[in-house]
């Protein structure tokens, strides 16, 4: 019996450690800032061909200015604009949100309507464990974060029809805050504390997204 009970606070420490560092994908949602003609912004011509992902590259129709400006010629493409690519952590929508496994987003819901109807007591058990976002830092998860990041930036640049998106650059980023400026951390650092905020690596996406005429 003694056996039974170490063992079971054992395994309850490695569940508790386990849910703390999350277990679900993080979730990404994306944005495209449009380029040219405001009031032409409205006028999306979404496209079902998979465009071209550059990451920290481009073509050799295009170059990187060391401003930072897209250089190309401007006969054969359309510059779209910007594609940003984001964790989606703006609210605590525990369970509610589009994960990017499928059948996570079958089983999250009724689970966390569970354990908020019963205030928090089912959080007691492992049920709503595989709902929690995950943050780890390991190996797997990084990488895992890093595709589904390009996932979520080609189908943002699918739905303004773009036929390429370059210089693609991964960061720990939320979105701009003003002036262009990005809020950045080092990507092969550990967790890294801005502004009273935890940061983690890989979290965002910055690319420029082109048409091809």
Not at 13 to 30: H, M, N, Q, R, Y
Not at 34 to 61: C, I, M, Q, W
Not at 82 to 92: A, G, L, P, Q
Request: aromatic content about 14%.
């Amino acid at each position: 019996m003694k056996r039974l009970v170490v063992l079971g606070t054992i395994v309850g420490s490695l569940l508790g450690a386990s849910i703390l560092g999350g277990c679900a994908s993080t979730v990404f949602e994306a944005r495209a800032d449009r380029a040219g003609d405001f009031y032409k912004h409205s006028e999306v011509t979404p496209t079902d061909v998979t465009p071209h992902l550059f990451v920290e590259n481009a073509p050799d129709d295009f170059t990187l200015g060391t401003d930072g400006v897209v250089r190309y010629d401007k006969s054969k493409y359309e510059y779209l604009g910007k594609i940003y690519v984001r964790r989606n952590f703006d609210n605590w929508r525990l369970g509610f949100v589009d994960f990017n496994e499928t059948w996570r987003r079958f089983y999250c819901p009724p689970i966390m309507t569970l354990m908020y109807g019963s205030l928090f007591t089912l959080g007691a058990t492992p049920l709503p464990y595989f709902c929690f976002y995950e943050t780890s830092n390991s190996a797997i998860r990084l990488e895992e974060r890093k595709r589904n990041l390009a996932y979520a930036a080609i189908e943002r640049g699918m739905w303004i029809g773009a036929t390429h998106i370059i210089y693609a650059t991964y960061t720990g980023i939320e979105y701009p805050q003003g002036a262009g400026q990005i809020r950045q951390i080092e990507n092969g650092g550990a967790v890294t504390s801005i502004a009273s905020e935890s940061q983690y690596p890989y979290m965002g996406m910055v690319a420029h997204a082109f048409k091809k005429k």
